[in-house]
Structures are given as C-alpha cells and as structure tokens.
C-alpha cells in the first residue's frame, strides 16, 4: 500500500491537474510556468507536466513567505 501511494505521489500531472492540485486555474499554472516560478518536471511533447511533490513544495513555500 505504501509503495502504490509512493508511486502515484510520483506520477506527472498536466497543467489542469496542476491546477486543481494547487486550487488554482489552469491560466494560473501557465503564468507561474511562464514566470519561471513554478518549473515542469518533464513534458509531453509541448505540454508540461508536473511532480504531485513538487507542486506541494512550492505551495508550502508559498506559504512561508
């Protein structure tokens, strides 16, 4: 059960399911991405993908500052 949780926390989400992650919009992912605030973790082709893990690390450094 812990190894199936590890592995889903790993698998990439695309940019609305970044968004719904973070409880923000998909336009919000792309200007975070598009400032270089928030960086995909790989990409589809064009389309950026992004780490569960990495999407909560940067809402809790958010939420520090």
Known sequence: LDRDRREDEE?????D???RRISTTRQR????TSAGVLRPDGRDGRR???RRSSLDLYVEK???E
């Open 29 to 32: 992912i792309h200007e975070l």
């Open 17 to 19: 399911g970044a968004a």
């Open 48 to 50: 950026p993908l992004f």
């Open 11 to 15: 698998d990439f989400l695309d940019a």
């Open 62 to 64: 958010e939420a520090e």
